[in-house]
């Protein structure tokens, strides 16, 4: 499977340095919940992925966005990290959120 055009742009918003900030990460047997926002260039987008699929503050087509992509290999980079650390992932979860 090739790097669709989400993708491919999820990966370059790493190589650009985009910001992930984490506002909900929860573990529900094994799956994980995530909240929170994309930011680059004085923007900011918000972004949820879970078990039951992905939605994004920016909506073009119904098509899933580029800041799905980075986030989810975000993710994946992030939790990579951590085992390298041999440290868990832990869950974040701030007020009113």
């Known amino acids: 499977m090739g790097a ?4 491919g742009r999820g990966l370059a918003g790493l190589q650009a340095g985009w910001k992930w900030e984490v506002k909900h990460r929860v573990f529900v047997s094994r ?14 987008f918000g972004v949820s992925i879970s078990l039951k699929g992905a939605s994004c503050s920016f909506v073009v087509r119904g098509v899933h966005c580029k800041y799905i992509a ?13 085992r390298s650390a041999h440290r868990q992932v832990q869950e974040v979860l701030r007020a009113g959120q």
């Open 4 to 7: 669709g055009p989400s993708r």
């Open 31 to 44: 799956v994980v919940e995530l909240r929170g926002f994309v930011q680059y260039d004085r923007k900011e």
């Open 70 to 82: 980075f986030v989810a290999m975000a993710e994946l980079a992030h939790e990579a990290a951590e």
